[in-house]
């Protein structure tokens, strides 16, 4: 397998809010590097590609991160680890990349996709979610997008926990407890309740 996904950035010199402002008015986001050896280098890239690739990779696929520092080029190979965004502006305002050693581990929050109509809610159940990604631990290379939950077979009472999940061939799941990911709940007596007041109001 091999790496698909390219992000050429630049290195930069200037930190702090003053320069960081300066790079975004020329639809540039700063980010800093964090090398699989410990270094820190801080780039900056262009706002437009950083988002297309941002879109198809996330945070869980690597890619290439092309870094160009006066002419000299090096690349790498990253994750994206943290995003910054604007409170209220659709835009980013700083990234942080993480340099991974593709023959070594790494632990990564990963999407939970819940697909399917369970059983139990036919028959008047609730069907709870607890968590929307989860602690996944694998060579980089070998890191799922998402790890999709199918919920059709279950009936009321089921859950779903981490260690049912269905999972890639060297993929792990990171956790101290086997925590429930989600269920299919039968109705208490005041949604009941809720339910027959609401009826009875629509008549």
Same mark, same amino acid.
């Given at each position: 397998?091999?790496?698909?996904?390219? %992000?050429?950035?630049?290195?930069?010199?200037?930190?702090?809010?003053?320069?960081?402002?300066?790079?975004?008015?020329?639809?540039?986001?700063?980010?800093?590097?964090?090398?699989?050896?410990?270094?820190?280098?801080?780039?900056?890239?262009?706002?437009?590609?950083?988002?297309?690739?941002?879109?198809?990779?996330?945070?869980?696929?690597?890619?290439?991160?092309?870094?160009?520092?006066?002419?000299?080029?090096?690349?790498?190979?990253?994750?994206?680890?943290?995003?910054?965004?604007?409170?209220?502006?659709?835009?980013?305002?700083?990234?942080?990349?993480?340099?991974?050693?593709?023959?070594?581990?790494?632990?990564?929050?990963?999407?939970?996709?819940?697909?399917?109509?369970?059983?139990?809610?036919?028959?008047?159940?609730?069907?709870?979610?607890?968590?929307?990604?989860?602690?996944?631990?694998?060579?980089?290379?070998?890191?799922?997008?998402?790890?999709?939950?199918?919920?059709?077979?279950?009936?009321?009472?089921?859950?779903?926990?981490?260690?049912?999940?269905?999972?890639?061939?060297?993929?792990?799941?990171?956790?101290?407890?086997?925590?429930?990911?989600?269920?299919? %709940?039968?109705?208490?007596?005041?949604?009941?309740?809720?339910?027959?007041?609401?009826?009875?109001?629509?008549?």
């Amino acid at each position: 397998m091999s790496i698909e996904k390219t %992000l050429n950035v630049q290195k930069r010199d200037g930190r702090g809010k003053g320069p960081n402002g300066r790079l975004r008015s020329k639809d540039l986001v700063p980010g800093v590097f964090y090398t699989a050896t410990g270094e820190n280098v801080m780039v900056q890239a262009p706002t437009l590609p950083l988002e297309k690739l941002y879109e198809a990779v996330g945070h869980t696929t690597v890619f290439n991160l092309e870094i160009d520092d006066n002419g000299t080029k090096e690349v790498h190979p990253v994750l994206i680890w943290q995003v910054q965004r604007h409170p209220y502006k659709n835009c980013f305002l700083h990234i942080d990349y993480y340099g991974v050693d593709l023959d070594k581990e790494v632990k990564v929050d990963v999407p939970l996709e819940f697909v399917g109509v369970a059983k139990g809610t036919k028959l008047g159940g609730i069907l709870e979610t607890y968590r929307e990604n989860v602690r996944l631990a694998s060579k980089p290379m070998d890191m799922p997008q998402k790890v999709v939950v199918d919920v059709t077979d279950m009936n009321i009472g089921d859950t779903i926990s981490v260690a049912d999940l269905k999972l890639p061939e060297n993929v792990s799941a990171v956790h101290d407890r086997n925590f429930a990911i989600v269920s299919v %709940l039968a109705k208490s007596k005041d949604d009941a309740g809720e339910e027959g007041e609401g009826e009875a109001a629509a008549e």
